[in-house]
């Protein structure tokens, strides 16, 4: 997945190119959360569809248009991506998951949900390659955090658009 960014680069513009570097599926689900959790970003959209990465695409795409939304839609994008990854990035949390999902079979069993234990059972069957995917974009989607993508750079990002006096009125007038 190749994520590199360039100086003239806004956040949003690196966040729908992380978004394209992952794998079809990877970036449905993780649109579709992040869709799902931003009511000012859904129009209609449902969790991990096509239309949640237009919507979220969308959304970018409206935040390009001044630096100070450009680097606050990109931060409030990517806190909702940290805490997907949160208990998705390792191993271990996979690991984990597959030893509720086990647990979930076994009482769907128990209380005769055959069709339900059937399901979760054909998830359980996907999840290394699922874990696979999401460990691996957990390592570049590391990178940009601590990179281009961390709180100083989109504040940076933000300062480095206007002159002294800019900043000077935006503070002596209380706006941003």
């Not at 569809?49 to 939304?69: K, V």
């Not at 839609?73 to 806190?79: C, E, H, I, P």
């Not at 940076?156 to 658009?161: C, H, Q, S």
Request: charged residues 30%; contains cysteine; aromatic residues 8%.
């Amino acid at each position: 997945m190749e994520t590199k960014s360039t100086n003239r680069d806004t956040p949003c513009q690196v966040l729908l190119r992380w978004f394209r570097s992952l794998p079809n599926r990877l970036g449905q689900q993780i649109a579709g959360y992040v869709v799902d959790g931003s009511p000012h970003m859904r129009n209609g959209s449902g969790g991990g569809s096509g239309r949640s990465i237009d919507a979220l695409t969308s959304y970018l795409g409206r935040c390009l248009q001044e630096p100070f939304q450009d680097a606050m839609g990109a931060a409030s994008v990517a806190g909702m991506i940290d805490v997907l990854f949160a208990s998705r990035s390792t191993r271990e949390d996979w690991d984990r998951t597959s030893k509720t999902q086990e647990r979930l079979v076994a009482k769907a069993l128990r209380e005769g949900e055959r069709a339900f234990a059937a399901f979760v059972r054909d998830e359980l069957s996907k999840l290394d390659s699922h874990a696979d995917e999401w460990c691996g974009a957990a390592r570049t989607w590391s990178d940009l955090r601590r990179g281009y993508l961390s709180p100083r750079s989109l504040d940076r990002f933000i300062l480095g658009f206007y002159s002294d006096d800019q900043v000077h009125d935006l503070i002596r007038s209380g706006k941003r």
